[in-house]
């Protein structure tokens, strides 16, 4: 079953009813991150011995500007910009010029950055138990990358910038250490 976006209380039991019968369904939910989706069906008051016994797995999508190959400028990330990445400093990251290319933008197109939950016995149990935000994004992500891990990747593969890795990543203060 393919709901195009869970956005109120009657879809998402919709969706928990059909789950429950044995149907696949597969629907978005706008939130940041994968954890939020959990949460976000919370919010809509499905009740988290459901919610805990019917989903199996969320992925989250993020969009971030591709640099053009053509033009990109390596610098080097130093103080606060290799700070907020986690890299040493002296660690050369690229910037974008602009070029005939890109029509002077510095970009061409746009690539995905994406994290995957794959709900385990112990988030089941979390989610079931009304565990927090941080408790489950804890053990979701103890041995997977997330959003921002994913997004500097990008950045030390030359893909994209700092800037735009920055800008789609998971607040620091909740991010897990990876």
Not at 129 to 140: P, S
Request: proline residues 2%; negative net charge; aromatic residues 4%.
């Amino acid at each position: 079953v393919m709901i195009g976006e869970i956005r109120d209380r009657e879809t998402a039991e919709i969706a928990v009813q059909a789950s429950l019968t044995g149907h696949l369904v597969l629907s978005t939910v706008h939130t940041n991150d994968a954890v939020g989706a959990i949460t976000r069906m919370r919010d809509m008051k499905v009740e988290p011995f459901l919610l805990a016994s019917t989903l199996r797995a969320v992925i989250a999508q993020r969009l971030v500007r591709k640099l053009c190959e053509h033009c990109r400028t390596p610098i080097q990330a130093d103080g606060s910009l290799a700070s907020l990445l986690g890299f040493d400093n002296g660690t050369v990251v690229y910037r974008e010029t602009g070029c005939d290319h890109c029509s002077q933008t510095g970009f061409q197109g746009r690539i995905g950055v994406f994290e995957a939950i794959r709900i385990d016995d112990t988030l089941r149990k979390l989610i079931n138990d009304g565990g927090d935000e941080a408790a489950i994004t804890a053990h979701a992500f103890r041995n997977q990358p997330h959003l921002g891990v994913a997004a500097r990747a990008l950045v030390r593969e030359g893909l994209t910038t700092p800037e735009e890795a920055i800008r789609i990543s998971r607040r620091e203060s909740e991010a897990v250490d990876a």
